[in-house]
């Protein structure tokens, strides 16, 4: 694929990190950069959510770039720059910004060994290849370089969430809490209640974060958030209402108009939700977005293969970018393709990053692939926690019914419907944390 395909219009951007404000300088050592790649279902893309847009960015970038050709050797600047090309990526969907990162956060290095910002940054840029052991070893150097500094250990919650250390994950929640106890913190903190299973919880940490809440991208977010939680619980009105919010803070925030899409599609409103995606994948093509859109079209009798042709794309821009996202291919193999290979891509996931959604997608493999009695102990891990993901507890229904376990499918079947009345079975990308 032609890299400028994947160069989107960037005026409509996911919110960015607090780099805005690094041409000044003062800020590098507060700098949080996005530690979550749009695409992983085990934490969501949540950091710092401070005000701007890809405009800003750009300026940002532009204003370091002309600063380091004045200082060639100031380390804070090419901290700040490859931070900032990290957030690039995830804002544009193009993983091609990562060499740039990784070129600009080893300058800063060479020229200050040990220097936090460029430890977080290169954290980030870990976390963002789905490098999440990596991200860990970074975040935590980070934070030895700099005990007070927020944004590593929101990286280092993030990493740990993906590899399955939840209780790790929640302990960098509580340093980042102390230390800042904002929308960055809430958010994570909202999350983790999530994956507990405690929806209450999960809100009212939405509320704290909504209510420190000032720029218009993170209310947005916050805004989008709840419009999720509302989503996964199957109260369609409620959730479009959060994104009529989150949209009136903030037009152009993508997730969501790409929440808009999911109701309209669980509502049954499949032309409306396929112009929805069709406008959200011409402007930001992650390949969630691009399979949960070749999903609705099949699911109202029109031809995906141009969105396959698409998603196969973005798996060769990713992977010549050092990105290895085994999740996403899993996951797309065992509903859409070659079972035999789901499994070979989810066992090289959940061997990485032993996660909820890891387990669920090995399970899921594994049963498509006929070997259903090996899917069960992964779909009971996916299950554990008392997370409320309808997807992963049809597919464990799934499973037990094919293993004969009639009262135990008959269970998951029921908690699928108290978790989310409103799942689809045909549409499992969308029933998949966004």
């Known amino acids: ?40 279902t085990a934490a969501p893309a949540a950091a710092e ?46 993983p091609g910004y990562y060499p740039r990162a990784e070129r600009a956060l080893a300058t800063s290095l060479r020229l200050a060994p040990g220097n936090a910002a460029a430890l977080t940054g290169q ?87 909504l209510r420190d809440a000032f720029f218009p991208a993170d209310v947005a977010y916050c805004r989008h958030r709840l419009g999720e939680l509302a989503l996964r619980s199957g109260d369609l009105r409620a959730a479009g209402a959060e994104y009529d919010h989150a949209l009136a803070a903030y037009p152009s925030y993508l997730p969501a108009l790409a929440g808009r899409a999911r109701a309209a599609a669980l509502a049954g409103r499949l032309g409306e939700a396929a112009e929805g995606y069709r406008a959200v994948v011409a402007r930001l093509p ?57 499994v070979r891509h989810a066992r090289a996931e959940h061997a990485r990053n032993p996660n909820l959604a890891a387990a669920d997608a090995l399970a899921w493999a594994l049963h498509r692939a006929g070997r259903s ?24 229904a799934e499973i037990e019914r094919a293993l004969g376990e009639d009262a135990a499918a008959r269970r998951s079947a029921r908690l699928v419907r108290s978790y989310d009345p409103a799942f689809d079975p045909r549409l499992p990308a969308l029933g998949r944390p966004s």
């Open 286 to 342: 992650l390949a969630q977005y691009v399979i949960e859109y070749a999903e609705v079209l099949s699911a109202a009798g029109r031809d995906p293969a141009a969105q396959w042709r698409l998603l196969r794309g973005i798996r060769e821009l990713g992977a010549a970018s050092g990105v290895r996202d085994d999740l996403t291919w899993a996951e797309y193999e065992a509903d859409h393709g070659d079972p035999a290979l789901a």
């Open 49 to 94: 959510r401070p005000a701007g847009s890809a405009a800003d960015l750009d300026r940002t970038v532009t204003a370091l770039r002309t600063r380091l050709a004045r200082l060639p050797k100031d380390h804070q600047a090419w901290a700040a720059l490859g931070s900032a090309h990290v957030e690039q990526a995830r804002l544009t969907a193009d």
């Open 1 to 40: 694929m032609d890299r400028a395909d994947m160069n989107l219009k960037r005026k409509a951007a996911l919110p960015v990190a607090a780099i805005a404000v690094a041409v000044t300088l003062t800020a590098v050592a507060l700098l949080i950069p996005s530690s979550a790649p749009p695409s992983a």
């Open 373 to 396: 009695a090996e899917a069960l102990p992964y779909a009971r891990q996916a299950t554990s926690t008392g997370w409320r993901n309808a997807l992963a507890r049809h597919h464990r």
């Open 123 to 209: 954290a980030a840029l870990a976390a963002g290849r789905h490098d999440f052991a990596g991200a860990v070893r970074l975040a935590t150097a980070a934070t030895r370089a700099n005990p007070y500094g927020p944004g590593a250990y929101g990286v280092l919650a993030d990493a740990y969430t993906q590899l399955g250390r939840l209780a790790d994950a929640d302990r960098a929640i509580k340093s980042m809490m102390g230390l800042r106890p904002g929308v960055a913190a809430f958010t994570r903190a909202s999350y983790a209640a999530e994956l507990r299973g405690d929806l209450g919880q999960a809100r009212a940490m939405l509320r704290s974060a």
